[in-house]
């Protein structure tokens, strides 16, 4: 699961600068790198990779690129979590970009 969780922000970083992450294409289904990545990240996975890149937070924000792809990440692992409980952090990431964090914020039904 480590070597999941450090790719995707990657994949997140070249989501933010423009680029469109390789497609696994099979016989009836096309498949973006998030996708392929996470598939297998339900409830209890997907919380523990969404605590993880809460912690890594602070080295995507100073690293000044990669942003919007890292909310689309959060925003989608909080889903698959498949609860509102809150990782540790994840209010630091809501507060500090409101404009992208619209959906966390109705996801974990914050105020403001």
Request: one cysteine or more; a negative charge; glycine letters at 8%.
């Amino acid at each position: 699961m480590t070597s999941r969780i450090d790719e995707l922000p990657q994949i997140a970083n070249a989501i933010s600068e423009g680029e469109i992450p390789s497609y696994q294409h099979n016989e009836c289904f096309t498949a973006g790198a998030f996708d392929l990545l996470l598939i297998n990240a339900n409830d209890g996975d997907a919380f523990a990779m969404l605590e993880s890149l809460c912690q890594r937070f602070e080295s995507v924000k100073a690293s000044g690129s990669g942003i919007k792809g890292y909310y689309e990440l959060v925003t989608l692992l909080a889903e698959q979590a498949n609860t509102t409980e809150m990782p540790s952090g994840m209010h630091a990431i809501i507060s500090e970009h409101p404009e992208l964090s619209s959906s966390l914020r109705s996801w974990y039904r914050c105020s403001g």
